[in-house]
C-alpha cells in the first residue's frame, strides 16, 4: 500500500512535467508513448515486482490476438483470453499464494488491463468488422477504424497514468491526447465567436488538479479516522446482535459502510488527479462556461451521496468501469442485458463468494427499482411537497438498499453473509419479490434496444 502512494504520488509530479516539458509542441507523438510507457512498466515492476510479469503476459498474449485473429472474431477472443487469464490469477493469487485480501496485489492492474483490452477489441471490431448502420451513436464516435502500432498498444494500455489505478479510458480518446487533438477537438463543440473570443481559449487543468487532490486528502482523513474505528464486522458480531434493535441495526450498517467508502474516494480521485495533470481528461464546457475535467472521474460523490434511485447510485459509483460493461456486455448482450452485465462485473472483481452475493442481490434489486419507478413515480411528481417527500423516502430507501447489497462485498465469505442477512430476515430480498410479483417489468429484448439505437443513428444523421 505504502507502494501504491508513492508511485502515485510520483506518478502526479511525472504528469506535470509531462505536460509541460513533453508536449504535442515540444515532443513528437512517439516520444510520448515511449515515456507513458516506460515510466508505466517501471511503476509496475516497482510496485508488484515479478508479479509484474501478468501484466506483460497478458498484453502480449492479446497484441497477438488483435494482430492474428480475424476481425470477426477479434472482440470474442480477446474477451475470453482477457477474462481468463484474469480469473486465474485471481484463483492463483487467493488459493495458491495465499496473499492477504487487504494486500495490495497486481489484479487490481490487470483488472484495467482487462478492461482496455477488451474495449479496444470491441472498437475495433465495430470499425472494421461492421457496417456503420449497425452500430449506435455511441460505437460509431469510439470506433477503431485500423489496429494500432505496437508502440500505441503499449502505451494505451500501460502509461504511467493508469497503471497502477486506472481509469479505462477509450483508445480515440487517449491516442487524440498523445497527438494533442485531445482538448482542441472538446473545444471545436463551442461557438467562441459568440462567447466574445477571437480565438481557442486553452484550459489549464491546474484548478481541477488541486481541488482533485483536496478531496483526496480529506478521503485520506477519513480512511484513517473513520475506516477503522467502524468495521463492517461489527454488524454480525454476536453481542451486537443480540442487543441492538433492528432499525439500529439498519442505522449502524449505514454508518460502517459510509466508513468503507474513503478509501475507494480517495484511490480513484487521486488517479483522475494524476490523468488531470498530464493534460488528459478535458470533457468540453458547461452550460455556465466552466471547463469540465472529468472525462475519465470515476465517481461523482456529491451524486452518489444524494442519490434517490439505486440507478442513479450505480451510475455515479466507479463511472469508468459502469461504462466499459455497458460497451462491451450490455449494449452488445443479445438477452438478458441486465443480468449479464452483473455477472460479468462479478466475474470481473474477483471469485470472492461476497461479489456474487452483492451482485445477484443487485439484479434484484434493480429491477424492483426500476418496476417502482416506472409503475410508482408519476403519482408523486407534484406538488411539490409531495415531490420533496418522495425524495426524501427514495433517498432513505436507495441508500438502505445499497448497504444493504454491498455488505457481502465487504465481508468477501459466505458464512458472515447468510449470517448478515438472516439478521435482517433477508428483508430487501422479499420486498424485492413482492415488488416484481405485484409490478412486472418486461425485460427490454435486443430488437427493441437495436430499433431505438437505429432510431438515434437516423436522428444524428439527419441533423
Given at each position: 500500500?505504502?507502494?501504491?502512494?508513492?508511485?502515485?504520488?510520483?506518478?502526479?509530479?511525472?504528469?506535470?512535467w509531462?505536460?509541460i516539458?513533453?508536449?504535442?509542441?515540444?515532443?513528437?507523438?512517439?516520444?510520448?508513448h515511449?515515456?507513458?510507457?516506460?515510466?508505466?512498466?517501471?511503476?509496475?515492476?516497482?510496485?508488484?515486482?515479478w508479479?509484474?510479469?501478468?501484466?506483460?503476459?497478458?498484453?502480449?498474449?492479446?497484441?497477438?490476438?488483435?494482430?492474428?485473429?480475424?476481425?470477426?472474431?477479434i472482440?470474442?477472443?480477446?474477451?475470453?483470453?482477457?477474462?481468463?487469464?484474469?480469473?486465474?490469477c485471481?484463483?492463483?493469487?487467493?488459493?495458491?499464494f495465499?496473499?492477504?485480501?487487504?494486500?495490495?496485489?497486481?489484479?487490481?492492474?490487470?483488472?484495467?488491463?482487462?478492461?482496455?483490452?477488451?474495449?479496444?477489441?470491441c472498437q475495433?471490431?465495430?470499425?472494421?468488422?461492421?457496417?456503420?448502420?449497425?452500430?449506435?451513436?455511441?460505437?460509431?464516435?469510439?470506433a477503431?477504424?485500423?489496429?494500432?502500432s505496437?508502440?500505441?498498444?503499449?502505451s494505451?494500455?500501460l502509461?504511467?497514468?493508469?497503471?497502477?489505478?486506472g481509469?479505462c479510458?477509450n483508445?480515440?480518446?487517449?491516442?487524440?491526447?498523445?497527438?494533442g487533438r485531445h482538448?482542441?477537438?472538446?473545444?471545436?463543440?463551442?461557438?467562441w465567436?459568440?462567447?466574445?473570443?477571437?480565438?481557442?481559449?486553452?484550459?489549464?487543468?491546474?484548478?481541477?488538479?488541486?481541488?482533485?487532490?483536496?478531496?483526496?486528502?480529506?478521503?485520506?482523513?477519513l480512511?484513517?479516522?473513520?475506516?477503522?474505528?467502524?468495521?463492517?464486522?461489527?454488524?454480525?458480531?454476536?453481542?451486537?446482535?443480540?442487543?441492538?434493535?433492528?432499525?439500529?441495526?439498519?442505522?449502524?450498517?449505514?454508518?460502517?459502510?459510509q466508513?468503507?467508502?474513503?478509501?475507494?474516494?480517495?484511490?480513484?480521485t487521486?488517479?483522475?488527479?494524476?490523468?488531470?495533470?498530464?493534460?488528459?481528461?478535458?470533457s468540453?464546457?458547461?452550460?455556465?462556461?466552466?471547463?469540465?475535467?472529468d472525462?475519465?472521474?470515476?465517481?461523482?460523490?456529491?451524486?452518489?451521496?444524494?442519490?434517490t434511485?439505486?440507478?442513479?447510485?450505480?451510475?455515479?459509483?466507479?463511472?469508468?468501469?459502469?461504462?466499459?460493461l455497458?460497451?462491451?456486455?450490455?449494449?452488445?448482450?443479445?438477452?438478458?442485458?441486465?443480468?449479464?452485465?452483473?455477472?460479468?462485473?462479478?466475474?470481473?472483481?474477483?471469485?470472492?463468494?461476497?461479489?456474487?452475493?452483492?451482485?445477484?442481490?443487485?439484479?434484484?434489486?434493480?429491477?424492483?427499482?426500476?418496476?417502482?419507478?416506472?409503475?410508482?413515480?408519476h403519482?408523486?411528481?407534484?406538488?411539490?411537497?409531495?415531490?420533496?417527500?418522495?425524495?426524501?423516502?427514495?433517498?432513505?430507501?436507495?441508500?438502505?438498499?445499497?448497504?444493504?447489497?454491498?455488505?457481502p462485498?465487504?465481508?468477501?465469505?459466505?458464512?458472515?453473509?447468510?449470517?448478515?442477512?438472516?439478521?435482517?430476515y433477508?428483508?430487501?430480498?422479499?420486498?424485492?419479490?413482492?415488488?416484481?410479483?405485484?409490478?412486472?417489468i418486461?425485460?427490454?429484448?435486443?430488437?427493441?434496444?437495436?430499433?431505438?439505437?437505429?432510431?438515434?443513428?437516423?436522428?444524428?444523421?439527419s441533423?
Amino acid at each position: 500500500q505504502i507502494n501504491f502512494v508513492a508511485c502515485q504520488l510520483f506518478a502526479l509530479l511525472a504528469a506535470f512535467w509531462f505536460r509541460i516539458y513533453l508536449s504535442p509542441s515540444h515532443a513528437s507523438s512517439a516520444v510520448r508513448h515511449a515515456f507513458a510507457t516506460l515510466f508505466g512498466i517501471y511503476f509496475a515492476v516497482f510496485c508488484f515486482g515479478w508479479y509484474s510479469i501478468h501484466l506483460f503476459v497478458l498484453v502480449m498474449l492479446n497484441y497477438g490476438i488483435m494482430n492474428l485473429a480475424s476481425i470477426p472474431n477479434i472482440h470474442r477472443y480477446s474477451f475470453v483470453v482477457a477474462m481468463g487469464y484474469l480469473t486465474l490469477c485471481h484463483i492463483s493469487r487467493i488459493y495458491i499464494f495465499h496473499y492477504g485480501i487487504l494486500t495490495t496485489d497486481f489484479s487490481g492492474p490487470l483488472m484495467i488491463i482487462t478492461q482496455k483490452i477488451t474495449t479496444l477489441a470491441c472498437q475495433l471490431h465495430d470499425g472494421i468488422g461492421r457496417q456503420a448502420e449497425e452500430l449506435t451513436a455511441e460505437q460509431n464516435r469510439l470506433a477503431v477504424k485500423s489496429r494500432p502500432s505496437l508502440l500505441e498498444y503499449l502505451s494505451y494500455l500501460l502509461n504511467f497514468m493508469s497503471i497502477i489505478a486506472g481509469p479505462c479510458s477509450n483508445y480515440k480518446d487517449y491516442i487524440a491526447f498523445i497527438e494533442g487533438r485531445h482538448v482542441h477537438m472538446k473545444l471545436l463543440e463551442v461557438n467562441w465567436k459568440q462567447k466574445g473570443y477571437d480565438r481557442l481559449p486553452d484550459p489549464s487543468p491546474t484548478g481541477a488538479v488541486m481541488y482533485k487532490l483536496c478531496i483526496t486528502l480529506v478521503s485520506l482523513i477519513l480512511f484513517l479516522t473513520l475506516t477503522k474505528n467502524f468495521p463492517m464486522a461489527y454488524i454480525i458480531d454476536n453481542e451486537f446482535l443480540d442487543k441492538t434493535p433492528f432499525l439500529s441495526r439498519l442505522g449502524y450498517l449505514y454508518v460502517v459502510t459510509q466508513a468503507a467508502k474513503p478509501k475507494y474516494y480517495f484511490a480513484w480521485t487521486l488517479a483522475d488527479a494524476v490523468n488531470n495533470a498530464a493534460g488528459y481528461g478535458f470533457s468540453g464546457v458547461d452550460e455556465r462556461g466552466t471547463f469540465r475535467w472529468d472525462l475519465l472521474s470515476n465517481l461523482n460523490i456529491w451524486n452518489i451521496e444524494t442519490a434517490t434511485s439505486f440507478k442513479m447510485y450505480i451510475e455515479n459509483w466507479n463511472i469508468q468501469t459502469a461504462a466499459w460493461l455497458k460497451r462491451v456486455c450490455y449494449d452488445r448482450a443479445p438477452w438478458y442485458p441486465t443480468a449479464l452485465t452483473f455477472i460479468l462485473s462479478a466475474l470481473w472483481h474477483g471469485i470472492y463468494p461476497g461479489y456474487y452475493f452483492t451482485f445477484l442481490t443487485g439484479i434484484l434489486i434493480t429491477l424492483a427499482a426500476r418496476a417502482i419507478r416506472n409503475n410508482c413515480r408519476h403519482y408523486f411528481l407534484s406538488p411539490v411537497p409531495l415531490k420533496i417527500a418522495y425524495d426524501v423516502v427514495t433517498w432513505a430507501v436507495t441508500q438502505l438498499a445499497v448497504c444493504y447489497t454491498v455488505a457481502p462485498f465487504v465481508m468477501l465469505a459466505v458464512e458472515p453473509t447468510i449470517k448478515f442477512y438472516k439478521s435482517v430476515y433477508f428483508h430487501m430480498h422479499i420486498l424485492s419479490i413482492l415488488v416484481l410479483l405485484l409490478l412486472p417489468i418486461r425485460p427490454q429484448t435486443h430488437s427493441v434496444r437495436r430499433a431505438q439505437n437505429q432510431a438515434m443513428m437516423n436522428s444524428i444523421k439527419s441533423k
